[in-house]
């Protein structure tokens, strides 16, 4: 048995194996797991984030960034993406952390709307316009403009 796997039941003389967090087997019977690559994360048979038993990985979306199970930007290895957080913006699939967003400037959706998380862009045009949604350094928008 790999470092890697984990018995999950034992079938007559045969062990059913899983993989550990940050890794995934698309191979049925593999006795031996993947590691989840930069810029993607842990998914089970239905596409959803696991952290244990991948059997594939999703590219992270943007306004997303790859992480751990605690919510910890990482590298290679993630169980999960998680939106953007205020005041920062992903613009290309695949992250591994987001962009702080400039003074001056909001976050949006993809639809170009206005949002306080998961942005997936900024755009110029000063706090003002876009109540509620992201501003550069982190503030948020006077919402009684």
């Known amino acids: 048995m790999q470092p890697s796997m984990q018995p999950e ?8 194996c899983y993989c550990v967090a940050g ?13 989840v690559e930069e810029g993607y994360y842990a998914v089970d048979s239905n596409g959803d984030p696991t952290t244990f038993g991948a059997v594939n990985q999703n590219q992270v979306e943007q306004g997303y960034y790859a ?21 920062k913006y992903s613009n290309s699939s695949g992250a591994s952390s987001c962009t702080v967003i400039d003074n001056g400037y909001y976050g949006v959706d993809s639809n170009r709307v206005p949002t306080s998380i998961g942005a997936v862009d900024q755009v110029s045009g000063g706090c003002n316009t876009a109540v509620g949604s992201n501003c550069g350094s982190n503030e948020v928008c006077n919402t009684s403009i």
């Not at 039941?9 to 059913?16: C, H, L, Q, R, S």
């Not at 890794?23 to 590691?35: F, P, Q, R, V």
Request: proline letters at 5%.
């Open 67 to 87: 992480a751990d199970s605690s919510g910890n930007a990482v590298d290679e290895g993630a169980v999960q993406q998680i939106p953007c957080p205020s005041g």
């Open 9 to 16: 039941t034992n079938v007559g003389a045969d062990y059913a």
């Open 23 to 35: 890794k995934y087997s698309n191979t049925t019977g593999s006795l031996t797991c993947a590691d």
